[in-house]
């Protein structure tokens, strides 16, 4: 009894995390491909980040990209970057 009970139980753990897979990817690049731009960039301070997410699960799915700021591990600004 105690041995069907672990194989029942090691059967749903695999079934459960099976289903828990997506295959969303995230890509990030920094700059451009234009070195005259980029000297401005530099120059002004200004950094360009350009990032790209792809996959099947984001299809008719809201987001929002946000960024947290802490300070001495205390949360001390949220600020939304895209919100879909």
């Keep these: 009894m105690k041995n069907l009970?672990?194989?029942l139980l090691a059967?749903?753990?695999s079934i459960s995390t099976a289903f828990a897979q997506s295959d969303?990817?995230?890509r990030f690049g920094y700059g451009t491909d234009n070195a005259d731009l980029m000297d401005i960039l530099y120059?002004?301070?200004i950094g360009?980040?350009?990032m790209s997410f792809s996959g099947g699960d984001l299809k008719n799915k809201?987001?929002?990209i946000s960024i947290r700021k802490?300070?001495?591990g205390k949360l001390a600004k949220?600020?939304?970057v895209f919100d879909s």
Excluded: P, Y
Aim: glycine residues 4%; hydrophobic residues 60%.
């Design 48 to 50: 360009l980040g350009k």
């Design 11 to 13: 059967i749903v753990l």
């Design 24 to 26: 969303i990817k995230m």
């Design 70 to 72: 802490f300070v001495n």
């Design 78 to 80: 949220t600020e939304v």
């Design 62 to 64: 809201d987001f929002q």
């Design 43 to 45: 120059f002004e301070n």
């Design 5 to 7: 009970l672990l194989i």
